[in-house]
């Protein structure tokens, strides 16, 4: 009879399923992520034959990209175990003020919603990192202020009627071959490699991890956290009001309402795209299937003629689910 020693692995319980598809979530998500976007597109070509076309896939991208810096930022922000509600407030008054600003000329504009996104991460992050105000309530009462002032002062920023620059409409809305690939990539792209290579590769990256993994051994280490964190949401921000514009160009209108459907899926997109809202685990890679998940979710409700409440309920379904999710899988509650 074999008397051979059984080794702690083998001692040790085996996860439940709702533990198992949390590690599956957290270790393969952009395999999980692809099979889940496949999965849509068909169910969307199910509900409108010819949906997959060419010029449909442009259309995907262009609406996209936008909610895809927005959430650029978030996933920045989430690694460090924080949160900015202030991304829609920042991209509707960084568009607005914009297209308020286009008679000064295409450049200036744009360097003054650059400016917004600036100035508001800047006021973010010192609350954050320097006075250690809670995040949620920091950025949320800045989104309120935000918005806030821009309404009252909605007519000093406007030199003449608020426009849409031709080369920020085109950019956003422009193709470069066919149909199919955007204008915008050529913003998108170089950012989001920026993103992925900062993160994998600079110390500022892996400080990024470290701060929302274990912010008391960083400080015991030396590191000086508030500084992680200011950068980290002026960055937010500024890619926030870069979002802005670029939907201002999508939809070639401006007003002070503009992006505000995109606060609960720039949060859904990173969570979906496996980080974790606890901070130190994800990434940007799987944001950007987060975020083209949710644009074609978004067209498919609509084809089913969803109403705009039924997407933010099933957008808030979708975070405390996978937030739900995380907690079980990491015991980190």
């Known amino acids: 009879m074999s008397t051979a020693a059984t080794t702690p692995d083998e001692l040790a319980p085996r996860p439940g399923p709702v533990r198992a598809a949390g590690h599956f979530l957290i270790d393969r998500p952009l395999i999980m992520l692809s099979a889940i976007l496949v ?21 995907i991208l262009q609406f996209s990209a936008p909610l895809a810096f927005l959430a650029a930022g978030q996933t920045l922000v989430m690694l460090t175990a924080g949160i900015d509600l202030s991304v829609a407030a ?17 450049a200036t504009a744009l360097a003054i919603a650059v400016l917004v996104g600036l100035v508001v991460g800047l006021i973010n992050g010192i609350g954050v990192g320097v006075f250690r105000v809670n995040p949620l309530i920091m950025t949320l009462g800045m989104a309120s202020i935000v918005s806030g002032y821009l309404t009252v002062s909605a007519q000093s920023f406007v030199t003449g009627v608020p426009l849409v620059p031709e080369f920020v409409r085109e950019l956003a809305v422009g193709s470069l071959i066919g149909d199919a690939i955007p204008k915008s990539l050529l913003l998108w792209g170089p950012v989001a490699a920026l993103i992925l290579l900062g993160l994998r590769y600079s110390g500022y990256g892996r400080m990024l991890y470290a701060v929302g993994d274990n912010p008391l051994a960083c400080r015991l280490a030396g590191v000086r956290i508030w500084q992680v964190l200011l950068v980290v949401y002026i960055l937010c921000s500024i890619l926030a009001a870069i979002g802005g514009v670029l939907y201002v160009g999508v939809i070639n209108a401006a007003d002070l309402q503009l992006v505000s459907p995109y606060l609960l899926p720039s949060v859904a997109a990173v969570v979906i795209g496996g980080t974790s809202i606890f901070g130190g685990i994800g990434g940007y890679s799987g944001t950007i299937l987060g975020a083209i998940i949710l644009v074609v979710l978004d067209s498919l409700l609509t084809l089913l003629d969803a109403s705009q409440a039924f997407k933010q309920i099933l957008y808030g379904a979708i975070i405390l689910l996978l937030a739900w999710l995380y907690a079980t899988s990491t015991k980190r509650v």
């Open 39 to 59: 999965l849509l597109l068909i169910a969307c070509e199910i509900a409108s034959p010819g949906y997959l076309g060419a010029d449909r896939m442009g259309i």
């Open 90 to 106: 920042t991209a509707t008054a960084a568009a607005y003020i914009m297209a308020g600003q286009a008679s000064r000329g295409t």
